[in-house]
T-cell receptor, first 114, second 114 residues
Framework: AQSVTQLGSHVSVSEGALVLLRCNYS??????LFWYVQYPNQGLQLLLK??????LVKGINGFEAEFKKSETSFHLTKPSAHMSDAAEYFC????????????FGKGTRLHILP | GAVVSQHPSRVICKSGTSVKIECRSL??????MFWYRQFPKQSLMLMAT?????????EQGVEKDKFLINHASLTLSTLTVTSAHPEDSSFYIC??????????FGPGTRLLVL
């Protein structure tokens, strides 16, 4: 079975400050890991994904995440927050097979303070 | 990049009627698509796996007679909410598999049952 746990349903950071969204995963097989962003009343946009290549993954909009097997973590970071980063962020996990389903965490709402 | 569309984007219907939502992969073929449901301020809950040419696989607790899924072609899956009730009001999102570790999500369909 696979699951992800996102620590903190709400995170607030000041504009220009570091963004850190935490995600821990549980998987009985080597996982693929994802971060998605969702703006209000919209679908999901893929920020980045880990597919067993480099452990430090760079994504769009300046986000990156590091896969740490020893900590079973895949935290999302961005050096400097922008107001436009305010959204809901979902960490997700899947297996390595082509048709494996994606399991989502509960999400973290990121608030950017002016 | 690959695009997945959903139609309609928003639908309002009366209680007791049926509503069909389409999910299309626009520039790739998808033998497997997924249907998710998202309640306000919550995460995505996988409802079912839609397999082209075969019966859908439903997650535990999802009524297959309530949520009919048809994946008649490699680019189209439909979700029909039968005899809709207000508690079926939700945001429905589909995704399509384009390759190993690669899923693309549709923009979602907002269903409101009066």
């Amino acid at each position: 079975a696979q699951s992800v746990t996102q620590l903190g349903s709400h995170v607030s950071v000041s504009e220009g400050a570091l963004v850190l969204l935490r995600c821990n995963y549980s998987s009985s097989v080597p996982p693929y890991l994802f971060w998605y962003v969702q703006y209000p009343n919209q679908g999901l946009q893929l920020l980045l994904k880990y597919t067993s290549a480099a452990t430090l993954v760079k994504g769009i909009n300046g986000f990156e995440a590091e896969f740490k097997k020893s900590e079973t973590s895949f935290h999302l970071t961005k050096p400097s927050a922008h107001m436009s980063d305010a959204a809901e962020y979902f960490c997700a996990v899947s297996g390595l097979n082509r048709d494996d389903k994606i399991i989502f965490g509960k999400g973290t709402r990121l608030h950017i303070l002016p | 990049g690959a695009v997945v569309s959903q139609h309609p984007s928003r639908v309002i219907c009366k209680s007791g009627t049926s509503v069909k939502i389409e999910c299309r992969s626009l520039d790739f073929q998808a033998t497997t698509m997924f249907w998710y449901r998202q309640f306000p301020k919550q995460s995505l809950m996988l409802m079912a796996t839609s397999n082209e040419g075969s019966k859908a696989t439903y997650e535990q607790g999802v009524e297959k007679d309530k949520f009919l899924i048809n994946h008649a072609s490699l680019t189209l899956s439909t979700l029909t909410v039968t005899s809709a009730h207000p508690e079926d009001s939700s945001f429905y999102i589909c995704s399509a598999i384009a390759g190993v570790g690669t899923q693309y999500f549709g923009p979602g369909t907002r269903l409101l049952v009066l």
